[in-house]
T-cell receptor
Framework: GNSVTQMEGPVTLSEEAFLTINCTYT??????LFWYVQYPGEGLQLLLK?????DKGSNKGFEATYRKETTSFHLEKGSVQVSDSAVYFCALSDGGYQKVTFGTGTKLQVIP | DVKVTQSSRYLVKRTGEKVFLECVQDMDHENMFWYRQDPGLGLRLIYF???????EKGDIPEGYSVSREKKERFSLILESASTNQTSMYLCASRPLTGNQPQHFGDGTRLSIL
């Protein structure tokens, strides 16, 4: 079956530091890949997505590239802000009839 | 704008009660999902539905049931609530066609006393 593995958190960074959250996946087909963000007390919001190999998703300064050869979709941001403190989830989907598979989430805390 | 609305943000119930959690989406999505979220365990899928009156078990369906009488509404039912069902419950929807992302509600934090 499909699976998603994320780096364990929490991750604590100083403001303006570089962020990488690792995500690797196992899937039988050609899935779409997603990063979601969950701010305290809220549901998940889509942060970015990529639908095929070598696609780069980007939003709000965050980026992730779909690497089929390494089955990875690492999330990066060049300069984090305090407002980026949240839990980040990597996820994949094989198609509309299929359930979405989530990683366990990585909590990011950015300190001033 | 896309909207998934869960009926309650916070809910407190007693052991043995029958509990209903309601979710409504306004995007005409075919697929709807119920998850629970617990610290250290991430999101776990309870049930999902890809059409009216259709339902599929997820990874942890025991102790839960669901109802989908209308396309826009997906209800999660705790038949006889127990303390180990204290959790954050998240509803989501997505279209059936294409490989689109899910849209989530804000969650219901349920406490069973």
């Amino acid at each position: 079956g499909n699976s998603v593995t994320q780096m364990e958190g929490p991750v604590t960074l100083s403001e303006e530091a570089f962020l990488t959250i690792n995500c690797t996946y196992t899937a039988t087909g050609y899935p779409s890949l997603f990063w979601y963000v969950q701010y305290p007390g809220e549901g998940l919001q889509l942060l970015l997505k990529a639908t095929k190999a070598d696609d780069k998703g980007s939003n709000k300064g965050f980026e992730a590239t779909y690497r089929k050869e390494t089955t990875s979709f690492h999330l990066e941001k060049g300069s984090v802000q305090v407002s980026d403190s949240a839990v980040y989830f990597c996820a994949l989907s094989d198609g509309g009839y299929q359930k979405v598979t989530f990683g366990t989430g990585t909590k990011l805390q950015v300190i001033p | 704008d896309v909207k998934v609305t869960q009926s309650s943000r916070y809910l407190v119930k007693r052991t043995g009660e029958k509990v209903f959690l309601e979710c409504v989406q306004d995007m005409d999505h075919e697929n709807m999902f119920w998850y629970r979220q617990d610290p250290g365990l991430g999101l776990r899928l309870i049930y999902f539905s890809y059409d009216v009156k259709m339902k599929e078990k997820g990874d942890i369906p025991e102790g839960y049931s669901v109802s989908r009488e209308k396309k826009e509404r997906f209800s999660l039912i705790l038949e006889s609530a127990s303390t180990n069902q204290t959790s954050m419950y998240l509803c989501a929807s997505r279209p059936l066609t294409g490989n689109q992302p899910q849209h989530f509600g804000d969650g219901t934090r349920l406490s069973i006393l």
